[in-house]
Nanobody, 125 residues
Framework: QVQLVESGGGLVQAGGSLRVSCAAS????????MAWFRQAPGKEREFVAG????????YYTDSVKGRFTISRDNARNTVYLQMNSLKPEDTAVYYC??????????????????WGKGTLVTVSS
């Protein structure tokens, strides 16, 4: 049973923009917290951004603050990550995740219930 499916990754030049999307199905649709993580080649997976059920609360890792925006459309069961002013160091596989806790510690530690398979974002210099 497919729960989370990412889309929208691709190749973009530094300074450009890209939006990735995550479609939720099944139980993942009713998750309290939705988040994006990323894993660059040779590095550990890291938390990027998280959003509460209402969309009224968000968290971002410091390196993307002011450049990335997370949002969700519960009517469409979709969460988005708008990425602006992209840098080569943003190159990574981006994963969508859903969980029952919006606690920042849980988010940053990746304590999520469902994970997508990821979408590759490549930023060229």
């Amino acid at each position: 049973q497919v729960q989370l499916v990412e889309s929208g990754g691709g190749l973009v030049q530094a300074g450009g923009s890209l939006r990735v999307s995550c479609a939720a199905s099944g139980r993942a649709r009713r998750s309290v917290a939705m988040a994006w993580f990323r894993q660059a080649p040779g590095k550990e997976r890291e938390f990027v951004a998280g959003i509460s059920w209402s969309g009224g609360s968000t968290y971002y890792t410091d390196s993307v603050k002011g450049r990335f925006t997370i949002s969700r459309d519960n009517a469409r069961n979709t969460v988005y990550l708008q990425m602006n002013s992209l840098k080569p160091e943003d190159t990574a596989v981006y994963y969508c995740a859903a969980g029952s806790s919006f606690d920042l510690n849980d988010l940053t530690r990746g304590n999520m219930d469902y994970w997508g398979k990821g979408t590759l974002v490549t930023v060229s210099s």
